[in-house]
């Protein structure tokens, strides 16, 4: 529809046609290799509605940050905001304290510095969380990673790998905490039937709050 652009559309072997809005507000239509464009078309007026709603939905939302990397900006790390510190001083390191310090050495290539530091406190944080879990509820999977990913916050392979994306890291821990549940579960249920929601429900009763809180602030977490 003229009205309600796509975004793109992608084609699989799927059988039916999927529509999604993203967290800037796009329309994706996911369908199969030969539904044509009249069909398509028909499933976006059919659903125009709820197109709509959703597409409020997320524009209504937090807006993503768009990091300058100055003096007192404001980073997240599990949930709790630090202004952008830079000190002035010879050694090459990013620390936290009541603020996030970063070595004037390093503002040539500061926004590549910030993100492997995350990185590597993503591996402590997310990586610990995860092997708690895996003691508590008896999930253990074959690998943990973390990732670039920009599209999901954790992922599961058929080969029992888990991989969650460092981005995660900057929401609060019971948010972390939700993510890393979710990724294990699946290790037993690999799709979203009632069966996996109903387990997640066991290990987390309040996990729909959670759930919802990632959903409605998860542009504060685009780096």
């Not at 001083?89 to 009541?98: L, N, P, Q, S, Y």
């Not at 759930?211 to 780096?223: A, F, G, Q, T, Y």
């Amino acid at each position: 529809m003229d009205d309600i652009p796509i975004e793109k559309i992608i084609r699989s072997r799927r059988r039916s046609i999927a529509l999604i809005i993203t967290p800037s507000a796009r329309l994706i239509v996911r369908a199969p290799l030969r539904a044509p464009s009249e069909v398509i078309n028909a499933v976006i007026q059919e659903k125009e509605g709820w197109i709509r709603k959703k597409l409020a939905e997320m524009k209504g939302r937090p807006q993503a940050t768009v990091h300058r990397y100055e003096e007192g900006e404001i980073f997240y790390f599990l949930g709790r905001a630090y202004p952008l510190h830079i000190v002035d001083d010879g050694r090459a390191a990013i620390e936290r304290t009541d603020r996030l310090c970063v070595s004037c050495t390093l503002e040539p290539e500061i926004a590549g510095w910030i993100q492997r530091w995350y990185v590597l406190e993503a591996e402590k944080e997310i990586r610990s969380r995860c092997m708690w879990f895996s003691m508590t509820t008896g999930y253990t999977p074959a690998s943990i990673r973390i990732s670039n990913a920009r599209g999901r916050w954790g992922s599961c392979t058929s080969k029992g790998g888990i991989s969650f994306s460092w981005c995660l890291v900057q929401a609060p821990m019971e948010i972390v905490d939700y993510v890393v549940v979710h990724e294990l579960v699946h290790l037993a249920h690999h799709n979203h039937s009632r069966q996996f929601w109903d387990r997640v429900r066991e290990i987390m009763p309040d996990y729909e709050r959670r759930r919802k809180w990632l959903r409605e602030n998860e542009r504060l977490l685009r780096i």
